[in-house]
């Protein structure tokens, strides 16, 4: 049996948020810290403030911790709203040079999707199930029977030839002030598109944005069941936990 509660870290581009999870209950043991994202948002610059987080709690063990990024062996292949410097980067061997600690990191999305399988709207479900977050950009994370497709990125899919998150994410909807129903036509279009491509059995809205479920789904047409996300703004740090738990 693995360590009870484990350290979630959720790096994003205003905040870097952490608690304690308690990985019995799926939720934070803690109330989370949160500091303000540093600018730049270097690696070195987000690594000392991940530190700071974590030194906070009195909870030691591997971090879990999340990036917007495509992760792969800890290395960071993109970095779409992040700063250009991690594209490319070790950001798992910075992450636990700054903290001392080992890391298990991975990409937000996957990490608010595991943390929905275990815990929140995708509990016990087979099949394919879509986790699509919707926030700065649109993130995307799939399972199949329970097991997670790492890095499917399919936020970026192309629709009227632009790339998708900067058409139909929830930055855009604050950006342009569109009105919900206008903008829940584009995000119905783009569930529309990513169901065309992968047919998922459930799609798992997540993001702030998850909470105003009742302002616009009642606008998004599509085949696939449809959800909001359960555990909000935590997903991310407790999906991080979960993660570093099936290494520690
Ligand atoms: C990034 C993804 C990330 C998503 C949500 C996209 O721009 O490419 O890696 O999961 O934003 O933060």
Redesign the pocket.
């Known amino acids: 049996m693995g360590p009870k509660s484990l350290m979630g870290v959720d790096i994003g581009g205003t905040g870097i948020k952490g608690a304690p999870v308690d990985l019995g209950a799926g939720e934070l043991a803690e109330a989370r810290r949160r500091i303000p994202t540093p600018h730049p948002a270097t690696p070195d610059a987000v690594a000392a403030t991940v530190a700071e987080v974590v030194g906070h709690f009195d909870v030691g063990g591997r971090i879990g911790c999340t990036f917007?990024?495509?992760i792969q062996h800890g290395v960071a292949l993109?970095a779409?709203?992040v700063d250009k410097s991690w594209k490319g980067s070790d950001a798992r061997t910075v992450l636990e040079q700054a903290t001392g600690r080992p890391v298990t990191l991975l990409?937000?999305?996957d990490a608010a999707g595991m943390a929905e399988m275990e815990f929140g709207a995708g509990r016990g479900r087979t099949g394919l199930v879509a986790m699509v977050?919707l926030?700065?950009?649109?993130?995307?994370a799939l399972f199949v029977d329970g097991v997670l497709v790492p890095n499917t990125?399919l936020?970026?899919i192309e629709i009227k030839g632009r790339d998708a998150?900067t058409w139909a994410s929830e930055k855009v909807r604050e950006d342009k002030g569109l009105k919900w129903k206008k903008w829940a036509k584009r995000v119905s279009r783009y569930l529309q598109t990513l169901e065309a491509l992968v047919n998922p059995e459930l799609i798992i809205i997540g993001g702030g944005v998850s909470k105003k479920s009742d302002k616009y789904f009642e606008y998004i047409d599509v085949r696939a069941e449809l959800v909001a996300a359960q555990l909000r703004n935590e997903a991310g740090i407790v999906g991080a936990a979960v993660a570093a738990s099936k290494e520690a």
């Open positions: 917007p990024a495509v993109t779409a709203n990409n937000d999305a977050t926030g700065t950009g649109i993130g995307t990125e936020g970026h998150e």
